[in-house]
Each structure stands twice: as C-alpha cells, then as structure tokens.
C-alpha cells in the first residue's frame, strides 16, 4: 500500500480503525449479516484510502457519509434478494461480549427483534432510525450523511420509531426475558410439552431461518399448541447429543446449539407480559460463524 495525496496513510488508518467498530455496527444494523457490513466496512476503507484526506475537514462525517451510503445502496440489492429468500430471514446473531467487534451503543437498536421489525421498513428509514436511535446523531448530521432534508429525515425517523414502538408493543424486561430463555431450555431439553405451553404466549410463533441450505421449516408455526408441539418434535429428532451454551449476543442472550463442536442453531425468544410470543431459530451455517467462534473463543 502506498501513501495517498492529502496525509499519511498511517493517520489514515488510525482514523478509519478508531471508527471501524461505529462503521461496522451501523452497517450491521442495516444489513443483517456480518459478511454484508464487512463488505461495507471494506469498501468504505477504499474511497477513504483514494480520497484527496487534505480538503477533509471531518473524518467521522466523511467515514459515516460514506459506510450510509453504502449501506444504503446494499440495503436496496438485498431487499430484493430476500423476495426469493427461501423460508423465514432472520438476523445473524453478532457477539457482544466484551472485545467483540460491533459497537452496542444504545442498545434497543440492536437487539434481533428490532432488525427483524427493521426489515419492513424502506431501506431509507433504517438507515435514519439506526442513526438516531442506535448512535444519536441529530437530525442535522443524518439529513448530511444521507443527502436528504432536515425535515425530511426527521419525518423518517419519526415514522420508523413509531413502527418499531406499535410493532413491538409490551415487552418484559430483558431480565425476565433471559429468565424465560433459560426455563424454555430447560423444559425443551426435557421434552416437557407442558411446561413449553405454559411458557408461551396464546398467539406464540416459532420462525426458523435455514436459507435454503440447512432444514428448516419454511413458514412461521403460529399458536400455543402448535408451537410447543414442533417444539417438542424439533428436539426429539435433533436435540440428541448435542450442546447448549448461552451466550451474549445483540446485548441480549441466545442459545448456541453445537454437536461435536460444530454448530448447529441459534436461539433466541422475545416475550410480552402474556408469555414467550416469539421463538427464534437460526440454522442457516453462514450466520452461526461468529457465535460459535466466540464460544469456542
């Protein structure tokens, strides 16, 4: 590599490594996937690396400007990827264990359930509410780094807080949450179809995201019954020797299902105060890479 036009490579490394971790997290949340943001992630160090850094006056807008906007344009392809997306998607499960390399920030912003909710907005309203909600930027600054209008970016951000606030509705404490991950395992490890119902909401759905490439079933299981009952089957054929670690991932906790230290799922639930109204699954193995490296870590 060799020094460009306006300042010293190694200022610029030191600057775009400062806010890798930023870049990196807000890319993430836009894009679900670790492979996506990384991508990002690298082509933002391209045209940090090519531009003329002497007429730069603030490398944190220019850097975010660009990681935006980028993720911007991805957000877009990938919306049309997931139109042919085989079976339910689901966000990749991300370490945030200390040293992990995804800035928690706020932390609402990150937690799985969100991006889930964050996919059915226009690519444009998430990139203003993570901006806002994830890294509390002002209006002003998001309006620059996305080319839009003051007004217009608010009118965004306050259209997507008020998806994510209806679409969520009453949740438990991530306290109580953890709780119930802990007693589903328990009872799911048992094969206790009583103690499942009783931990899940009346209008409880299971989603399971195999991509196409590992099985999995390929629409949600709504309702109590139903779901303690795939529950209870899903485990009778898959749950034999194997391993269950919780782990902290998207500042909450999931459940890392390994066998011969191989993954094998991700698991996570969301709960009202009526019970566990969402179980999880990720089996999909490019999205369990990180986890288990961090487990195995």
């Known amino acids: 590599m060799t020094e460009v036009a306006g300042g010293g490579l190694t200022d610029a490394v ?50 975010v400007t660009t990681a935006s906007r980028l993720a911007l344009t991805a957000a877009t392809s990938a919306r049309a990827r997931r139109e042919l997306y085989v079976g339910p998607w689901l966000p990749e499960p ?4 200390d040293g992990a390399d995804v800035t928690v920030e706020r932390g609402e912003a990150l937690e799985l359930a969100v991006l889930v909710l964050l996919e059915r907005l226009t690519p444009q309203e998430r990139a203003v509410y993570v901006l806002k909600e994830a890294f509390d930027y002002p209006y002003r ?43 589903f395992l328990a009872a799911a490890q048992r094969g206790d179809l009583e103690g499942l119902r009783s931990l899940l909401a009346e209008h409880a759905v299971a989603y399971s995201d195999g991509g196409g490439v590992a099985t999995a079933a390929r629409k949600p299981v709504s309702g109590r019954e139903r779901v303690a009952q795939y529950l209870a089957r899903t485990v009778g054929i898959h749950g034999q020797q194997v391993e269950t670690s919780v782990v902290a991932a998207n500042g909450q906790h999931v459940v890392l299902v390994t066998r011969a230290g191989e993954p094998l799922a991700a698991c996570w639930v969301e709960a009202s105060p009526r019970g566990i109204d969402q179980v999880c699954f990720v089996v999909n193995p490019a999205k369990l890479t990180r986890l288990a490296a961090a487990v195995a870590g």
Do not use: C, K, M
């Not at 400062?18 to 679900?32: H, V, W």
């Not at 996937?33 to 690396?49: H, L, P």
């Not at 991300?94 to 264990?97: H, S």
């Open 14 to 63: 030191a600057a775009f490594e400062a806010l890798r971790p930023r870049l990196f997290g807000l890319a993430y949340r836009l894009l679900g996937t670790a492979a996506d943001a990384e991508d990002v992630v690298q082509d933002t160090w391209i045209r940090w690396q090519g531009t003329d850094r002497g007429v730069v006056r603030n490398a944190e807008a220019f850097l």
């Open 94 to 97: 991300i370490p945030t264990a």
């Open 141 to 183: 600054d998001i309006a620059g780094f996305l080319d839009l209008s003051e007004q217009h970016a608010r009118q965004l951000g306050h259209r997507a807080r008020a998806h994510v606030t209806r679409e969520r509705g009453a949740r438990v404490s991530a306290a109580e949450r953890d709780r119930l991950l802990r007693a």
